[in-house]
């Protein structure tokens, strides 16, 4: 088999495993206890709260542990904009994930206003569409790193510093970012940012919230007050030193990895009768290639690429099963049937040329194959 759906998750880094296997047994101690056992889970805690500010290039104490990517959006979207004083506005784009769209609906009910900004065939934020839209009570933007289905990676320093020429604050959605691209919040310019642990070799169930100091915010979990008071309950010990382990690993070259991707991309685009690049040719995280293919069904041709071997997807796993097509391929201007012919591949730096070249040569096969069924 090979696997190429790591935007949906990845694998446990074996070094992540280890690290924290000793917070499932001897240092099992709940870190808001005032004894040894949990004052050794809350050093460990706050070891892990300190990596990952350090990978982020943020201060510990605007890290908060959530239990994941969708937590870590609503919280944003939801504890930022509840607690602002300029007004009740907020501007969303129109491919972000489900957790931050909602999060924006569930606000429009509350009596919020929320204007969703158009992308461009590539799925590209145009910056004087944001400018446009600022406004005197605009009370967050968020607008995300790095596009879960296309791989269309946007210009936040440059999205991000016309919202603070306004004193809007600006969330980024970096769970598809995290482990390809700088995550340093200080020059992205970026007030709140999310990630996910399951998408760099950390466990599921953990996540990321930034929140730069003196950013208002209201937490949405109230209770024992963990975690500065932004969220509480007991926290996962074990899988937040997980999480700083595994950002400590994440990163590396990426050339090799675009040398592969951009290979595999003219190859399918060569040999796939009619196929065509979902996303931006250059501004895209290095581990994905996604394509449409008009006139056949992309379930069917996901169903044969199995069949072969070879394991992706056809968007965000978040939609999988379902009937409508994808948002963020209707919201780039393709109609809904082509929409619906979607095949996503994403892929690791272990990936290699052969595995690539495996898939293309199946692909071909399965797209002919499903082809001489219609």
């Known amino acids: 088999m090979i696997y190429l759906d790591e935007a949906a998750t990845t694998p446990l880094k074996r070094e992540v495993l280890e690290a924290m296997w000793p917070y499932f047994g001897p240092d099992f101690g709940n870190p808001s206890s005032h004894h040894e056992v949990g004052e050794s889970a809350s050093r460990a805690l706050e070891q892990a709260r300190a990596d990952v500010a350090q990978a982020l290039g943020a201060r510990a104490s605007e890290i908060t542990f959530t239990s994941g990517g969708t937590e870590s959006d609503n919280a944003a979207i939801k504890g930022i904009a509840l607690a602002a004083p300029r007004g009740k506005h907020v501007i969303v784009s129109s491919i972000e994930h489900p957790a931050v769209l909602e999060s924006a609906e569930f606000l429009g009910r509350l009596g919020y206003e929320v204007t969703i900004l158009?992308?461009?065939?590539?799925?590209?934020?145009?910056?004087?569409?944001?400018?446009?839209?600022?406004?005197?009570?605009?009370?967050?933007?968020?607008?995300?790193?790095?596009?879960?289905?296309?791989?269309?990676?946007?210009?936040?320093?440059?999205?991000?510093?016309?919202?603070?020429?306004?004193?809007?604050?600006?969330?980024?959605?970096?769970?598809?970012?995290?482990?390809?691209?700088?995550?340093?919040?200080?020059?992205?310019?970026?007030?709140?940012?999310?990630?996910?642990?399951?998408?760099?070799?950390?466990?599921?169930?953990?996540?990321?919230?930034?929140?730069?100091?003196?950013?208002?915010?209201?937490?949405?979990?109230?209770?024992?007050?963990?975690?500065?008071?932004?969220?509480?309950?007991?926290?996962?010990?074990?899988?937040?030193v997980g999480m700083a382990t595994a950002l400590r690993l994440a990163g590396g070259d990426n050339d090799e990895t675009v040398a592969r991707r951009d290979a595999f991309i003219d190859r399918v685009l060569a040999d796939v009768p009619g196929a065509e690049l979902t996303g931006h040719r250059n501004h895209r995280l290095p581990g994905s290639a996604s394509f449409v293919f008009p006139g056949t069904n992309g379930e069917t041709i996901l169903l044969e690429l199995e069949a072969r071997g070879i394991v992706c997807s056809s968007g965000s796993a978040c939609a999988a099963g379902s009937d409508e097509p994808s948002h963020v391929l209707t919201a780039m201007g393709y109609d809904g049937p082509v929409a619906q012919t979607a095949v996503r591949f994403t892929f690791g730096r272990t990936t290699t040329a052969e595995d690539l070249d495996t898939a293309a040569t199946e692909l071909t096969r399965a797209v002919a194959a499903v082809s001489s069924l219609g």
Do not use: C
């Not at 799925?123 to 446009?132: D, E, K, N, T, Y």
């Not at 642990?197 to 208002?216: Q, S």
């Open 118 to 240: 158009d992308v461009d065939h590539d799925g590209m934020v145009q910056p004087a569409a944001l400018a446009a839209a600022l406004r005197d009570d605009t009370t967050l933007v968020s607008v995300q790193y790095a596009n879960n289905e296309v791989g269309t990676v946007q210009q936040i320093e440059t999205l991000s510093r016309l919202a603070a020429d306004q004193g809007v604050p600006f969330h980024t959605d970096a769970v598809q970012a995290a482990g390809w691209l700088d995550l340093d919040v200080e020059r992205l310019g970026v007030q709140a940012m999310s990630i996910s642990g399951h998408k760099v070799g950390a466990p599921k169930g953990i996540g990321v919230l930034h929140v730069r100091r003196g950013t208002r915010f209201e937490p949405l979990i109230h209770g024992g007050g963990q975690e500065s008071g932004r969220r509480s309950g007991t926290e996962n010990v074990a899988a937040a």
